[in-house]
């Protein structure tokens, strides 16, 4: 494995050389063939708990800590960074994208503000359960090698065994890696890691001066569009969209407080510190936006020395979020529909139904699901609907089926499901039901071998999640 490394030339406060603390008994838990075939990652059974636990670093690698700011639920912290997490270094895959390796919950680093720089299996596993599942369901997303145990208790509550993640990105670089520059008034700093983003995951972007950092935050702004109308299309519920937890390259990171949406109600909120709804399923791309907003205040000095000139030239796009977003956001609910090009009336259409599923407290998967099958007569078209379908019918097509079977999964990780493996981890460093679950969980879109998988919980009522510390 040849590791190399991208970032220790962009700004010396930007990447710190930094150990992980070694643990002591390492032990593998969770290992992911596919994404190590995918990075030609070979490691040897037996050294895969040492070297992904950050025991035993190849001599090669320089581990960094990476710093970056963030407006965290709108308040700004300058300096946050890799407080718990160890960059190694970025592998080529077998199309010669770059990799971020990066393990997380390996210990204290100068960003850890008195953190214990560690990680709890818990939110370790549901990491790696939630990024296969939503990479299998076609959205962009952070994905998980390995998941080690420490061997030692992290303090909690309540107190849970520690692990380590090892997580895969195409890039570590954050909305608010460019407030940690933009705030240290380091424009030579900002430059480079603003031409590093772009050589890494905008290289179509070829003009110079500021034409190329406006070409730069257009990109970003249509790639946040995709990810939140791809997050909004399967019920995802990121639940933490603060400016450091938002990638440049558009993949989904921080599996945190995330869960998904049964019955549908825009106003859907599971993390138990969002007490405003801030983070909400329906107030997702409000905030996308608003996060594009702080990367575009960011690159301000890229655009021209005087700050009304660059804002004359960087609000357009920022102002031009919500019609871009409209007009991706429609096109994802006449795909979940199969309905047949644009109709004026179809948004009625479609904010009637949504009305249907809010009064019915019907769930979202199953009723897109069921709305997909009825088209070949596999289901019925749940009551509540069947009115508001003769109109709905009226716009389907032969191709409809094929495209909402495309669109609408059947599967999804359910929120109770995922927390019973995790409490299974915690108890036991294992699931009996994890193996099979994963992989009901590669085929999203086509019958799951066990129907109970598919059902919601009885009650959600009391359902909330936590930040994963
Ligand atoms: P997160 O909530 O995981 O997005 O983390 C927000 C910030 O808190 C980041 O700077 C993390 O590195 C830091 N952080 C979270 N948990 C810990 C921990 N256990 N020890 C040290 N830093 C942490
Ligand atoms: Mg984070």
């Known amino acids: 494995m040849k590791l190399a490394s991208r970032y220790t030339d962009i700004a010396e406060s930007f990447a710190i050389a930094d150990r992980p603390s070694p643990v002591t008994q390492p032990s593998l838990l969770l290992f992911n ?21 950050g025991n035993h670093i190849n001599e090669a690698v320089e581990p960094i800590a990476l710093g970056y700011s963030g407006h965290q639920f709108g308040h700004f912290s300058a300096r946050l960074g890799d407080g718990r997490a160890h960059f190694l270094g970025a592998v080529a895959d077998d199309q010669g994208l770059l990799w971020d390796i990066q393990l997380k919950g390996s210990g204290a680093t100068p960003f850890s503000r008195g953190g214990d720089g560690r990680c709890a299996i818990g939110p370790a596993v549901r990491e790696y359960i939630m990024s296969e599942a939503m990479h299998a369901l076609g959205v962009p997303t952070t ?51 603003a031409d590093a983003a772009i050589a890494r995951h905008y290289p179509s972007i070829t003009s110079a001066g500021p034409e190329r950092y406006l070409a730069f935050l257009a990109a970003v702004i249509d790639k946040q569009i995709e990810l939140v109308v791809s997050w909004m299309r399967v019920g995802f519920i ?35 510190i969002d007490r405003q709804g801030r983070y909400g399923f329906g107030n997702q791309p409000n905030i ?25 030239l960087l609000s357009p796009l920022i102002n031009g979020f919500a019609e871009k977003f409209n007009h991706a956001f429609t096109a994802m609910w006449a795909q979940k529909l199969g309905l047949d090009g644009h109709e004026p009336q179809d948004s009625e259409l479609v904010a009637q139904l949504l009305a249907l599923l809010k009064e019915h407290s019907l769930d979202y998967t199953n009723t897109f699901d069921a709305l997909t099958e009825s088209l070949i007569g596999n289901a019925e078209i749940p009551t509540p609907l069947i009115q508001w379908s003769t109109l709905w019918l009226q716009r389907t097509t032969t ?36 193996s099979e679950y994963l992989t009901a969980l590669q085929n999203p879109y086509t019958q799951s071998v066990n129907e109970s998988w598919s059902h919601p919980p009885l009650d959600e009522s009391g359902y909330h999640t936590f930040c994963g510390t």
């Open 288 to 312: 996308a936006n608003w996060n594009c907003a702080r990367l575009a205040e960011s690159l301000m000095p890229l655009i021209n020395d005087d700050d009304d000139q660059a804002i004359a």
């Open 399 to 434: 191709g409809s089926y094929e495209t909402m079977r495309e669109t609408n999964p059947k599967l999804i990780p359910r929120n109770h499901i995922i927390e019973k493996i995790l409490k299974d981890f915690a108890e036991s460093h294992q699931s009996p039901i994890l």
């Open 238 to 272: 990121h639940g933490v969209m603060n400016t450091d937890n938002t990638l440049i390259s558009g993949e989904t990171i921080d599996y945190g407080p995330c869960a998904m949406m049964n019955h549908f109600d825009f106003d859907t909120v599971f993390s138990s």
């Open 143 to 193: 994905r998980c090698l390995a998941v080690v145990a420490t061997g030692e208790t992290v303090y909690r509550q309540p107190p849970q065994p520690g692990a380590i993640v090892t997580r895969v990105a195409t890039s570590h670089i954050r909305v608010g890696s460019f407030q940690y520059l933009a705030t240290q008034g380091d424009v030579a700093g900002l430059k480079k890691l």
């Open 33 to 53: 063939e596919a994404v190590a075939k995918q990075l030609s990652i070979d490691i040897p059974l037996t050294e895969r708990a040492t070297l992904l636990s």
